[in-house]
């Protein structure tokens, strides 16, 4: 069954523009790398719109089992851009930050 890693943040305020930015880099920067991002079946991106916390995002990544998953977390933190990028978002996100895993039922 699938398994999802799904976070949650928020965009630091004066840090929205920039944001934007950064995402437009990062998805083509998936789109070039497919060696460190072929593992994930799917990425998708979400911004919250109606209630809750403006500002608010949640990321999710589709991958086929926790092994996938796991040989996928390796070959991230190993891609140098990568890295830059995780830091590059840690800047222009706000604590705290939440990241689970996520099974398939049915």
């Known amino acids: 069954m699938a398994v999802f890693s799904v976070g ?16 437009k880099r990062w998805l083509k920067y998936m789109k070039d790398h497919p060696e460190t991002f072929g593992k994930a079946k799917s990425w998708k991106l979400l911004r919250q719109s109606i209630g ?6 949640v990321e999710m990544w589709e991958f086929d ?7 996928s977390r390796e070959k991230f933190n190993s891609d140098k851009g ?13 604590h705290p930050r939440t990241w689970n895993i996520w099974e398939t039922v049915m």
Do not use: I
């Not at 949650?8 to 995402?23: A, D």
């Not at 990568?82 to 706000?94: A, D, G, I, P, S």
């Open 8 to 23: 949650t943040y928020l965009v630091k305020p004066e840090k929205r523009k920039e944001f934007l930015s950064f995402q």
């Open 65 to 71: 089992n926790l092994t996938e998953y796991a040989k």
């Open 52 to 57: 809750g916390t403006y500002g608010g995002y």
């Open 82 to 94: 990568y890295v830059e990028f995780k830091e590059e978002w840690l800047r222009l996100t706000e």
